[in-house]
């Protein structure tokens, strides 16, 4: 099996990705293959210290699911494999940039088994190769032309909009719940979003499939997190793979803690709990036994469950197909891998 191949399987085990027809497998297998490898040379540079700290997480390999979703996107249009190839590796570049900058806001020393490269280069190196990232991914923009260039921009301003309002929490007056949807629908939603937009765009799709691509992976994304949210709380780790917990550990208020601050019924004894980061592993087991017992946990799955009923929804409005079952179950796998 290709390595290409080997991703797709990946994604059918991370985002619960089905293809059944042999023939879009053997086009997304080899779609990915060209991204990777615009993606290691678009990386490359003369200066040994940013080349190596670009490639550093490229080495470390990811899911790739943004670029895959470009390229089966692109299936509901007529053509043009060079450029939705380039939208898909501008769209992972903008991933992984967006990544080197949150290790360096979350202080954070691993990354996919690996040593970050602030741990091992320092802030200033990882900052600035985010920057570079980011710079690459609007040069392989702007071959594609002013509109997707546009596009590029406004997603940028997203991402980071939704890190600065992550930051700095809900105004005076703001809903917390209606705050904590709205950034991690910036944060996580808008570049799914752009690369099915892209996908769609740049392979000549129809304007209206277009758009219900970019409103499905804008769903899809934000209930992604949401899922993630679910799984951290309610699923040991010998189910998930993940350490429970992590959330409260940083003292992150997710949306399942959300909903039961906002119940009044909630144990007084939870509500103390998620006053702030829990480092004492007896503490956090009694959290996460309260936060299962809590009426949090069910209204989250009930949101993620509508998140995605709105994802199958966009679908429907495109033709049916092979890419469109695949897509389909995606928006399954949200509520499935909760469970």
Not at 98 to 117: C, F, I, K, N
């Amino acid at each position: 099996m290709s390595v290409q191949s080997d991703v797709i399987e990946g994604l059918r085990a991370s985002v619960g990705l089905r293809i059944a027809d042999e023939q879009l497998l053997r086009t997304l297998a080899s779609g990915l293959g060209d991204v990777e490898k615009l993606l290691r040379e678009t990386a490359r540079s003369e200066v040994k210290e940013v080349h190596e700290a670009a490639a550093h997480l490229f080495e470390a390999g990811g899911k790739r699911f943004r670029p895959l979703f470009t390229l089966l996107s692109a299936q509901f249009g007529t053509g043009n494999h060079g450029g939705v190839v380039t939208a898909a590796t501008a769209v992972e570049l903008v991933h992984l940039a967006t990544l080197y900058h949150d290790d360096v806001m979350d202080e954070a020393t691993m990354r996919r088994g690996a040593p970050t490269v602030n741990a091992r280069w320092g802030n200033s190196i990882a900052i600035l190769t985010g920057d570079f990232l980011f710079a690459n991914a609007s040069r392989l923009v702007s071959d594609l032309g002013t509109d997707a260039a546009r596009i590029i921009a406004e997603t940028f301003a997203e991402l980071v909009t939704g890190q600065i309002r992550e930051t700095a929490g809900p105004v005076d007056g703001e809903d917390p719940l209606e705050h904590y949807l709205s950034v991690i629908a910036q944060k996580t939603g808008s570049l799914i979003a752009t690369a099915g937009r892209f996908g769609g765009m740049v392979s000549g799709a129809e304007p209206e499939h277009v758009e219900a691509l970019r409103r499905f992976g804008q769903i899809v994304g934000t209930a992604f997190q949401i899922s993630d949210d679910i799984i951290d709380i309610a699923s040991p780790s010998h189910e998930s793979g993940k350490t429970p917990g992590t959330d409260l550990r940083e003292g992150v208020r997710t949306l399942p803690m959300l909903y039961a601050l906002a119940d009044p019924d909630t144990d007084p004894r939870l509500v103390e709990l998620l006053a702030g980061p829990i480092s004492d592993d007896g503490l956090l087991e009694e959290a996460l036994v309260l936060l299962r017992e809590s009426s949090g946990l069910d209204r989250a799955m009930g949101t993620l469950s509508d998140y995605a009923r709105r994802a199958s929804t966009e679908l429907a409005t495109l033709p049916a197909s092979p890419a469109r079952d695949a897509c389909e179950s995606v928006a399954q796998y949200l509520v499935a891998r909760t469970r």
